[in-house]
C-alpha cells in the first residue's frame, strides 16, 4: 500500500519570499512522484513530476522539487512566491503495485501582498 | 494529443434527484479511469476506478455508482441524491505504465439543495 502525507493544510507566505510545501510518502514499490497545482474551481494541472531519473526536478511556473529516499520526502520549492501562485497544491504518487494515483490532502497556498 | 472533456461544470440538484456526470477521453486507448470527490476543505477522496469495460473497483460505499459502457467513456451516477454528495468532482485518466501521470477533466461543481 501506498500513502502520501502533506505536512501542512495551509502555508502562507509574502510575495517574493521563498515557498515550501511539505510532502512525504511511503510505497512498497519505488514510486513516481508529481505535484500538481488546482487553482479555485478549476482541475487539476500537473507542476512536476519524478520517475527515477534526476532527483532534482524543475517544473512550470519557477517551481522545484527534490527526491530524497533517505527522507521519503518530496517537497515543493520556489525561491519567490508571486501572488498568481495562490492555489491549491497536491503531492501525489503512483506506483507499480497499482498504478492509481494517491493524493496528499492538500495545501493551500496563501501569497500576501 | 490527449484530451478529457468532462460535464457539466456546475450542477444544482434538489435532494432525492438523480445524477449523470459524464467523462470522455480522447487520444488514448484502454486508459484507466477514476472519478474523485473533492469536499470543502479536504483533499480529494478516489470513489471509482476502472481498467477496462465493464470493470469497475468501488473505494468507498455510498449512494454513488459508476460505469464505463465504452473504452473511453466514464458515467457517475447516482439515484437519489444527498445533501452530502456536495462536492466537487474530477475525472481523470492515466495509463498503466510507470513514469506517466494522471490527467484530469475540469470538474463539476455540484450542490445538493
Known amino acids: 500500500a501506498q500513502s502520501v502525507t502533506q505536512l501542512d493544510s495551509h502555508v502562507s507566505v509574502s510575495e517574493g519570499t521563498p515557498v515550501l510545501l511539505r510532502c512525504n510518502y511511503s510505497?512498497?514499490?519505488?514510486?513516481?512522484l508529481f505535484w500538481y497545482v488546482q487553482h479555485p474551481n478549476k482541475g487539476l494541472q500537473l507542476l512536476l513530476k519524478y520517475t527515477s531519473a534526476a532527483t532534482l526536478v524543475k517544473g512550470i511556473n519557477g517551481f522545484e522539487a527534490e527526491f530524497k529516499k533517505s527522507e521519503t520526502s518530496f517537497h515543493l520549492t520556489k525561491p519567490s512566491a508571486h501572488m498568481s501562485d495562490a492555489a491549491e497544491y497536491f503531492c501525489?504518487?503512483?506506483?507499480?503495485?497499482?498504478?492509481?494515483?494517491?493524493f496528499g490532502r492538500g495545501t493551500s497556498l496563501i501569497v500576501h501582498p | 494529443s490527449q484530451t478529457i472533456h468532462q460535464w457539466p461544470a456546475t450542477l444544482v440538484q434538489p435532494v432525492g434527484s438523480p445524477l449523470s456526470l459524464e467523462c470522455t477521453v480522447e487520444?488514448?486507448?484502454?486508459?484507466?479511469l477514476y472519478w474523485y470527490r473533492q469536499a470543502a476543505g479536504r483533499g480529494l477522496q478516489l470513489l471509482f476506478y476502472s481498467v477496462g469495460i465493464g470493470q469497475i473497483s468501488s473505494e468507498v460505499p455510498q449512494n454513488l455508482s459508476a460505469s464505463r459502457p465504452q473504452d473511453r467513456q466514464f458515467i457517475l451516477s447516482s439515484k437519489k441524491l444527498l445533501l452530502s454528495d456536495s462536492g466537487f468532482y474530477l475525472c481523470?485518466?492515466?495509463?498503466?505504465?510507470?513514469?506517466?501521470?494522471?490527467?484530469f477533466g475540469q470538474g463539476t461543481r455540484l450542490t445538493v439543495v
Open positions: 487520444g488514448t486507448s484502454n486508459p484507466n
Open positions: 501525489v504518487a503512483i506506483s507499480g503495485g497499482s498504478y492509481i494515483p494517491t
Open positions: 481523470a485518466w492515466s495509463l498503466e505504465t510507470l513514469n506517466t501521470e494522471a490527467f
Open positions: 510505497s512498497s514499490y519505488s514510486p513516481s
